[in-house]
Nanobody, 116 residues
Framework: QVQVVESGGGLVQPGGSLRLSCAAS????????MGWYRQAPGKQRELVAQ????????NYAENVLGRFTISRDNAKNTVYLQMSSLKPEDTAVYYC?????????WGQGTQVTVSS
């Protein structure tokens, strides 16, 4: 059994910040990548950012570059997403994705709403 649990979502005003966390636990080993995806109403799920276990290299969606920062704690199998300068178009359910030698796992999602 593998559990992927996100936290940190909520309501924030435009220009504000939020930090999301995601912890993977259970029978999971050799994680290759951990990442964040998001899905807005009526839209497809899209990659926001991901980070590789080896070397710590990162990928970002173009529309979050310079505003979002992904980081991870390998010892805790935890990944973070620091979001700054948030915009209304960042409103979505944010999902954590864990890709490991054991398989591919998703969290249940956490809602982020950017509104005044």
């Amino acid at each position: 059994q593998v559990q992927v649990v996100e936290s940190g979502g909520g309501l924030v005003q435009p220009g504000g910040s939020l930090r999301l966390s995601c912890a993977a636990s259970g029978s999971i080993s050799s994680i290759y990548t951990m990442g964040w995806y998001r899905q807005a109403p009526g839209k497809q799920r899209e990659l926001v950012a991901q980070i590789f276990s080896t070397g710590g290299s990162t990928n970002y969606a173009e529309n979050v570059l310079g505003r979002f920062t992904i980081s991870r704690d390998n010892a805790k199998n935890t990944v973070y997403l620091q979001m700054s300068s948030l915009k209304p178009e960042d409103t979505a359910v944010y999902y954590c994705r864990v890709y490991s030698i054991s398989g591919l796992y998703w969290g249940q999602g956490t809602q982020v709403t950017v509104s005044s």
